[in-house]
Structure formats: structure tokens, C-alpha cells
T-cell receptor
């Protein structure tokens, strides 16, 4: 049981390049999330999904797109990377159960845009 | 909107010292409250949680009590260890709406021998 995994762990992009971050979970969770973590700002929600085929915007969605074609995968895309998108990206998942739902986090992807 | 405010770090303590990390929240309803911990180079892990007023969450010697009257959820530990060195995040979640978490900015704790 691997939990939540993220690919890649590190990446350096040039301004204007595109890339996709992959998140996979093997816990059969309904909900999945993408956050970015920046110094002094905590974690901010980019996009999230409440089920296969659904996505919704979070607090800071601009410049990112997401897809949830399979329940276990949640992809985060950057179409034209900018230096402001230099950050650590975390994926998380949670189950649909009761009123209090713990989120399980992946190890993160460190992205640098030059 | 909903928000979480926690004390700024870094906090540096000697081993076996008492720890308090303050956390207050603003929410339109009655949120669930969480403390997450992030060890160096890792993702976040749930440390403890509380779902209603006066609930006390506890785990690994850490405790936090949901205080509705002061809108607070302060994290405490009686005797810290070097292995507790990490970044601690307070967070809230409102029921429904995808169970999204709103995080504080995090407090870095460093415990020295």
C-alpha cells in the first residue's frame, strides 16, 4: 500500500515550457487535491476533485489545469510555466466518510521555473 | 472567508521543554480543526484533530482543545524531544464542499539538546 505518490520529485523548467505533475493514490479515495507550498504562506489549494471526471477551482487556480480521468489519478498541468509558479506542490486525497475527513499527503514535487 | 492564524516561528526549545503553538481561526460556521506536521523533506501528516467545541485531540504526547469561545486550537506538549523538530500547521475544514482544508502559515519548531 503506497498511499499517495507524486511524479516527478524534482523538476526545473524554463519560462514558457509546459509540464504535467502526476498524483496517484491506491486507497480508493473519492476526493483529491493539489496544493502549493510557498515560504511564509502555508499551503494553498489550487484545484480539487470530488470524484472521477469532476474538478473544481481552489484558492489559486490561475495558470494551472487539472484532470481526473481515473479515480486513482489526479493530474496537474502547467501550460506555460512562469517563475511565480516556482514552489513545492503537494497532492492529497481523502475518503468520503462521515463529517471529518483526514487528508493524506504525497511527498511533494519541487518545481523551479527559471 | 475562513482563515487560520498561527504564531510565527521559528520556535527554538531545549529538549524536555514545554511547547505551546498558538492557533486561532475565523469561520462562518462550526469547523473541524486539525494539526498537521511536516518533517524535513516529507509531506504533511495528520497529528491530531477535533470536531466540536471542547473536544480534545491528542497524539504522540501532543494535545489541543477546541475552544469555541476564543476560536482557538492551541497545540501543546509537555516535554519536547529532538525528534519533534518539524513544521506544524493548524488547519480547518467546513463540512461539505469537498472537505477542503484552510491552512495557517506554519510554525517551524527546532528542538536542541
Amino acid at each position: 500500500n503506497a498511499g499517495v505518490t507524486q511524479t516527478p520529485k524534482f523538476r526545473v523548467l524554463k519560462t514558457g515550457q509546459s509540464m504535467t505533475l502526476l498524483c496517484a493514490q491506491d486507497m480508493n479515495h473519492e476526493y483529491m487535491y493539489w496544493y502549493r507550498q510557498d515560504p511564509g504562506m502555508g499551503l494553498r489549494l489550487i484545484h480539487y476533485s470530488v470524484g472521477e471526471g469532476t474538478t473544481a477551482k481552489g484558492e489559486v487556480p490561475d495558470g494551472y489545469n487539472v484532470s481526473r480521468l481515473k479515480k486513482q489519478n489526479f493530474l496537474l498541468g502547467l501550460e506555460s510555466a512562469a517563475p511565480s509558479q516556482t514552489s513545492v506542490y503537494f497532492c492529497a486525497s481523502s475518503m468520503l466518510q462521515g463529517l471529518v475527513v483526514e487528508q493524506y499527503f504525497g511527498p511533494g514535487t519541487r518545481l523551479t521555473v527559471t | 472567508g475562513d482563515s487560520v492564524t498561527q504564531m510565527e516561528g521559528p520556535v527554538t526549545l531545549s529538549e524536555e521543554a514545554f511547547l505551546t503553538i498558538n492557533c486561532t481561526y475565523t469561520a462562518t460556521g462550526y469547523p473541524s480543526l486539525f494539526w498537521y506536521v511536516q518533517y524535513p523533506g516529507e509531506g504533511l501528516q495528520l497529528l491530531l484533530k477535533a470536531t466540536k467545541a471542547d473536544d480534545k485531540g491528542s497524539n504522540k504526547g501532543f494535545e489541543a482543545t477546541y475552544r469555541k469561545e476564543t476560536t482557538s486550537f492551541h497545540l501543546e506538549k509537555g516535554s519536547v524531544q529532538v525528534s519533534d523538530s518539524a513544521v506544524y500547521f493548524c488547519a480547518l475544514s467546513m463540512t461539505g464542499g469537498g472537505n477542503k482544508l484552510t491552512f495557517g502559515t506554519g510554525t517551524q519548531l527546532k528542538v536542541e539538546l
